[in-house]
């Protein structure tokens, strides 16, 4: 059992600041606690209620007549360092502190009070304060004071999410429930007076439902610690991470933010580069470098072909593939040979191989039958528009089943609205990995051979 | 009346090669003409059938016993000049060139033989060959090819689209039916052998239902006559560019896909520029630099104010914010006091401008009008994270009355699931643009005020 792990599966829990008034935080974390589906005790701490949501409430965390594994600390913050206490005295295994108004707005005075309470037990782990709390998607455990009925929340996967930043960490869980990516499990640590980034990363270095590791950072507390771990940790599964505050003109606005000292943006450029995580400039690239990582084997090299049905989109296509430092792969002179024999005389076998606007599922199957064959190909780009007459739906189980057996990357670009978002959804859920944008698409690529350099590198 | 009129408004229409046969082009061509609103005369025309899908068919166009404004022909490329041939004698006033097999794999002979006729007879013109021809989206008029059963088409709008690929640019119509904005017309001009991207840009310039107007080109054909009328244009309206072929290694694809002479890269980044052409670089942002050109005010400088209701997302954006060459707007002094008594400690009135978590839509008011009345601030960007607590739907009414009135231009930002969608859609159809992605917005206002800074030198 690891120490962290009260905070992802613990059998009791109290929610301290447990609240009846609509579109308060503490009835918006009580109302996600009884949502959620493993069984859990859970105990409404609130002292001037007997019953909170039409449970018993208790005036405080040590009157709760049974262990309690973890609590939720969701006070106003001149209370947080009194009902810290409390929770220590209940041996609490771990606490989360939701409460904001400490560093983030320069509040000294509690904040070191606060750090002195925690550095005098540390056998109660303390996460926050600032911050949303934890979602697990495995027992459904979720401390994050969001509206549920505004939102939803990923199913199962193997991307592991932590988020300096709550809100925004929060915004994108539910953007991810509507993806056909699912996520391990989710941290948002606000200002890390305890548990950091560092913890966290090592956590999930030996947490088993995780395969990678995104990160949103503003700054790292312990950079020696961190560098150690974090190098560790690529050495076995990919960290993606997107760094906020990377220009002089934003940099400060993260210490108002969670209180971080972020350190210069070259500084940042070299940790990442040193310790193979892979940096993400958006929110987009974050996610679609980790769900890359996750799905797809590592590639021998960066030569990628592209495969299409429509000539512009693989033009646009090769265009961003070339702009990433991606390089256009080749055939060998037999494959081209075959080639140019299996297919009509206005497909040109080149890179974009352009199938034509006539193209169906067979002549889609024999070009990335070769491209899986041919020794100078590292990556394959299938784009299908899934528009033209001669596609159907074929193709779907076609590529799903090449996709099984296949040892390099292959990756779908497509764009279009229903039908296509269908096919999308049904090659997503087979196993393909499935892009709107070729530029989204070429950068995910180069995050997946920059990650399979730095594993060749240091093996 | 204009020359190209007839191709977006003709009133009888014949479809040269419509067919029976399942997954063909002429049978798709073919409903796609029987499934549009306007009442159009439709001839189908086929040596080998008495009747197409069940209407009678012509053996000739010729023996068509009525008058016809537009053929779309459909046949195999050697069966073009005769049938071409037969369009002029018939005084059809466009023809629509569907065919494929012409300059773009090399065939020299036919393309030859197809220009002398086009130079000879100026009074027919002809769109393609090697295209997918128009769409009309205010009177459903629909040349394509694609199957409408696995696709849909735009709404109204103010955007005209033309693009020299044909199955790129119908992908992108099904896929802007999927978006709140709208198109008012559709071409695909591929080889472009007589009607050309300055021909188009030209009729656009005078479309009254053209706003704004969005180009995919792998090449242009004759530089002086584009850079004339594309500058004219660009000074009445704004122009959204992607190029195709933008690399070294890339630019030959274009050669083979539409048989384009396309110019090296920094040829084509002056014309762009000289001529006040927005360029895009991907997909994304054609259509998100477009939809903004078309809907926001032209701001005075490139002044942006975030606000936002999540830390970490106002950073990220802040950073690409100042990573797209625009600058972080700050308060004078008095709004600066103003906004400090009117918000609670833990608001930091900076930019990003962080409402913070509890903030409700009477703080995202304040700070919205505070931002208006800025002189120092050119534009607002609004971060909203619809999931907490505070926030609820009846910020959107508020951020379309606000935004009907405003002067500045002003763009939200927001990320999640269902809820957030449709609150965007509400947005989106009050006439706020919203944005998915920062990096999106940061690009999309860069567009925004690059091409005000165009005007703002020539007028």
Redo the contacts between chains.
């Keep these: 059992m690891e120490e962290l792990d009260c905070f992802f599966y613990p059998e009791s829990v109290a929610v301290i600041g447990a609240s009846n008034q609509p579109?308060?935080?503490g009835?918006?974390l009580l109302e996600n606690f009884f949502s959620t589906r493993l069984a859990i005790k859970v105990f409404p701490v609130n002292p001037n209620h007997a019953t909170i949501l039409g449970k018993k409430a208790f005036p405080s965390v040590k009157s709760i007549p049974a262990k309690v594994d973890l609590a939720i600390v969701a006070v106003p913050a001149k209370a947080v360092p009194m009902v810290l206490r409390e929770c220590i005295e209940k041996k609490v295994g771990g606490a989360i502190i939701i409460s904001?108004?400490f560093a983030?707005?320069g509040e000294k005075k509690l904040t070191a009070e606060i750090q002195k309470i925690i550095s005098k037990n540390p056998g109660t782990r303390v996460i926050g304060p600032n911050c949303f709390g934890v979602y697990n998607s495995f027992n459904g455990l979720n401390s994050t004071?969001?509206?549920s009925?505004?939102?939803?929340y990923p199913k199962k996967g193997k991307v592991a999410f932590i988020?300096?930043?709550?809100?925004?960490?929060?915004?994108?869980l539910?953007?991810i429930?509507?993806q056909e990516f699912g996520l391990s499990k989710f941290v948002s640590y606000g200002n890390a007076m305890d548990v950091d980034e560092s913890d966290l990363v090592e956590y999930f270095k030996r947490d088993k439902q995780t395969k990678v590791l995104a990160m949103?950072i503003?700054g790292v507390k312990k950079g020696r610690k961190f560098f150690k771990v974090a190098r560790e940790t690529s050495l076995r599964m990919p960290i993606v991470a997107?760094k906020?505050?990377?220009?002089k003109?934003?940099h400060n606005?993260?210490a108002?933010?969670?209180g971080s000292l972020a350190g210069s943006v070259e500084v940042y450029e070299a940790l990442f580069r040193q310790t193979g995580i892979i940096q993400a400039?958006?929110?987009?690239d974050l996610f679609s470098f980790a769900k890359t990582l996750e799905n797809e084997p590592l590639p021998k090299g960066n030569r990628v072909l592209i495969i299409t049905?429509?000539?512009?989109?693989?033009?646009?296509t090769?265009?961003?593939v070339?702009?990433n430092c991606l390089k256009?792969a080749g055939f060998s002179r037999g494959n081209e040979k075959l080639l140019r024999k299996a297919f009509p005389?206005?497909v040109?076998v080149?890179n974009?191989l352009?199938l034509?606007?006539?193209a169906d599922d067979k002549r889609y199957k024999q070009a990335i039958l070769a491209g899986l064959r041919e020794k100078k190909i590292d990556i394959l780009l299938v784009l299908i528009?899934?528009?033209?007459?001669?596609i159907d739906k074929k193709i779907v189980k076609e590529l799903i089943e090449i996709k099984k057996k296949a040892k390099k990357p292959l990756l779908v670009v497509?764009?279009?609205?229903?039908?296509?978002?269908e096919r999308s959804r049904e090659l997503e859920r087979g196993g393909v990995i499935v892009f709107?944008?070729?530029?989204v698409a070429a950068k995910s690529i180069k995050a997946l051979v920059d990650y399979a350099e730095f594993r060749r590198q240091n093996h």
């Design positions: 579109k308060s935080i009835k918006a904001a108004g983030e707005i004071f969001s509206e009925r505004k939102m939803g988020s300096q930043s709550g809100a925004l960490g929060v915004a994108l539910d953007w429930s509507s949103y503003e997107l906020g505050g990377m220009n003109e934003t606005a993260t108002s933010h969670t400039y958006d929110l987009i049905n429509g000539g512009g989109y693989g033009i646009v090769a265009d961003q070339v702009g256009l005389r206005t040109t080149s974009p352009d034509v606007g006539d528009l899934f528009n033209t007459p001669a497509t764009i279009g609205s229903e039908y296509t978002i709107k944008y070729p530029s």
